[in-house]
């Protein structure tokens, strides 16, 4: 077995990638469908302020394994891992190694190493724990569940906040004067729920990174739905967003929603997440919604399961120190 470098510019080999994340992920996903090949490669080519490296393990020159390592310009000190081997040549060590070597690639500032691992249930996540992410030294950060709706069967009905709020819904962005506000919310939204172990600080998104976003979802063939709330002032005080997939048997991925603390208890949360779903089902071809919540996100978990979400997937966020940190 080789391991070495996989070039961003290099088609062919970010297609031999892509093919085997989908038959690894699908092996312990059942059901999962991935994004279209055109639409993953793009993700890893995008420039959007994160760095991403990534290494394969060749056998005879045939990709059978690789690994990534993702660091954002907004928080250097962080690198998200990832590692997919075919489900034949797993237990052999690859893995291990491919997060290795993945681990070295990542920027030298980076002191916390994260990954995040979904399987059909909590139990699978803790085999896999125990077998794999332990010895490796990554512990549990937090846990969270990952909720479906039947938007196509879903009763939702208007909900209309407590005060003179506005809501809205808009596709492929808001308007380009809320932009730098809405920016500011979707950089708060890891920072203010409950994140376990990981203490995410706020990381505002301008509105250059804001429209490359956009932009980036729109070349994968993508449309995101955004719901916002604005006060008497026109300030925006709550928003979410969903991204719908081009693939309608891919389910759609709500990024986040957040309310501004002053404005809680308004019923702004439930209001802007059913504007956006209604708008969604409108406006795309979207029959299935997605989410994930911290397990101590009470709150949140209690508005999706009123909206009629339900359990479909166990997720666990993991976390270590690199070596080079530790000393």
Known sequence: MDIRPLPLADGSALADAYAVECEATRAVRPGWVPLGETARVASWRADMGWLCRMVGAFEDDHLIGFGTSLTSRDTPDTSWI???????????????????????????????????????NAEDIEEL???????????CATTETVVELDLAAADLTSVQPLGAYAVSSHLDGV???????????????????????????????????YEAEIALWQ????????????????????????????????????????????HRGKRLGAAIKVACLLAARDRTHTTQVRTSSDDRNVW????????????????????????????
């Open 219 to 262: 070349a994968q063939g993508r449309t995101a739905v955004e719901s916002i709330a604005l006060d008497h002032h026109g300030a925006v005080v709550a928003w979410t967003c969903l991204v719908a997939a081009a693939d309608p048997d891919r389910p759609a991925q709500i990024e986040g929603t957040l309310v501004r603390a002053q």
């Open 175 to 209: 308007p380009e004067h809320l932009r730098t506000e809405v920016g500011v919310l979707k950089g708060l939204v890891d920072a203010e729920a409950p994140h376990g172990e990981l203490d995410w600080q706020p990381t505002p998104v301008s509105a250059e990174e």
């Open 300 to 327: 949140m978990r209690a508005v999706n399961e009123q909206l009629g979400f339900v359990p479909v997937e166990a997720e666990m966020l993991l976390h270590k120190q690199p070596s080079r940190a530790a000393t």
């Open 129 to 139: 724990l125990r077998r794999f992410a332990n010895p490796l030294g990554y512990a």
């Open 82 to 120: 990832n590692v997919s081997v075919l489900p034949r040549h797993q237990r052999r060590g690859i893995g291990t190694a491919l997060a290795r070597t993945a681990e070295e690639m990542s920027a030298a500032r980076v002191s916390r190493l994260v990954a995040s691992v979904y399987r059909p």
